[in-house]
């Protein structure tokens, strides 16, 4: 079958590759609150990400949800920003998408624990389609 590859048509859409934006990663990584870093880099999905993790963890799907929404959203207004369109592959190895992964991933785990069924299944089914790697990388199982 010529054009394809194990990893779909050679023809489709080229990965969509956010791009860096150091200094919120930075503060991240250097332990600052990510309420923090949301409030000063409120287009940085990692951050809004960090906050739905720590929401799911500490038994709070609505705030969770919440703060994964918001993740996703401004993620998704990046990807566009970026050529995405609608379509196509969001690689998890790269870096600067993993907010916008991870915040996915949290939006499908908390609408699972508020009972919103297909939702959880569109946001799994968006992550799993972004890059395969993505669920297990995220724990989204």
């Known amino acids: 079958m010529s054009g394809m590859t194990l990893h779909g048509n050679l023809l489709g859409p080229e990965p969509t590759l956010l791009p860096e934006n150091p ?10 609150a990510p309420a923090d870093v949301a409030r000063a880099h409120p287009e940085f999905s990692a951050a809004w990400a960090a906050l739905a993790e720590r929401a799911l963890a500490a038994g709070d799907p609505v705030a969770g949800y919440a703060y994964a929404r918001t993740g996703y ?8 920003r970026a050529g995405w369109k609608g379509h196509g592959p969001v690689p998890w190895s790269h870096g600067p998408n993993q907010g916008f992964l991870r915040a996915l991933a949290a939006l499908a785990r908390a609408a699972a ?29």
């Open 23 to 32: 200094e919120p990663q930075a503060a991240l990584e250097r332990g600052e």
């Open 73 to 80: 959203h401004r993620g998704l207004d990046q990807l566009r």
């Open 113 to 141: 624990e508020i009972g919103e069924e297909p939702e959880y299944e569109r946001c799994r089914q968006f992550l799993a389609d972004s890059d395969p790697a993505a669920p297990a990388a995220t724990g989204l199982t």
